[in-house]
C-alpha cells in the first residue's frame, strides 16, 4: 500500500524559509520520480517541483524558480522541499505525489503572512 506522509509547513513571516518533507512506503521509492505540488483557496492545484527517480534532474514552475529547493533521500524514501524568499502568494496547501501510483499526501498548509 502506497502512502505518503508529510510533515513541516506552517506560519511564516514574508521572506522567511520553510522546509517540507514526504516520507514514502509501500513502493520502492528509488526508482520513482516525486512531484510536489499546491493549491491555494480558489484555485486549481498546481505543479511547483519534480524530481527524477536519481535526483539528478529537477523541474520548477516559474513563480517558484530560485526559490525553491526539491531534494530527495532514497536510503530515507524522502522527499523535501525547501522553500525560502517566501511571498505571500506561496500561501496554499502543498502535497506530495508519486505520479506513478496517482498518490497523494495528505498535505501540508503553509502560510506567508506578517
Known amino acids: 500500500q502506497v502512502q505518503l506522509v508529510q510533515s513541516g509547513g506552517g506560519l511564516v513571516q514574508p521572506g522567511g524559509s520553510l522546509r517540507l518533507s514526504c516520507a514514502a512506503s509501500?513502493?520502492?521509492?528509488?526508482?520513482?520520480?516525486m512531484n510536489w505540488y499546491r493549491q491555494a483557496p480558489g484555485k486549481e492545484r498546481e505543479l511547483v517541483a519534480a524530481?527524477?527517480?536519481?535526483?539528478?534532474?529537477?523541474v520548477y514552475a516559474g513563480s517558484v524558480k530560485g526559490r525553491f529547493t526539491i531534494s530527495r533521500d532514497n536510503a530515507k524514501n524522502a522527499v523535501y522541499l525547501q522553500m525560502d524568499s517566501l511571498k505571500p502568494e506561496d500561501t496554499a496547501m502543498y502535497y506530495c505525489?508519486?505520479?506513478?501510483?496517482?498518490?497523494w499526501g495528505q498535505g501540508t498548509q503553509v502560510t506567508v503572512s506578517s
Open positions: 524530481i527524477t527517480s536519481a535526483g539528478d534532474n529537477t
Open positions: 509501500g513502493f520502492t521509492f528509488s526508482r520513482h520520480p
Open positions: 505525489n508519486a505520479p506513478r501510483f496517482a498518490s
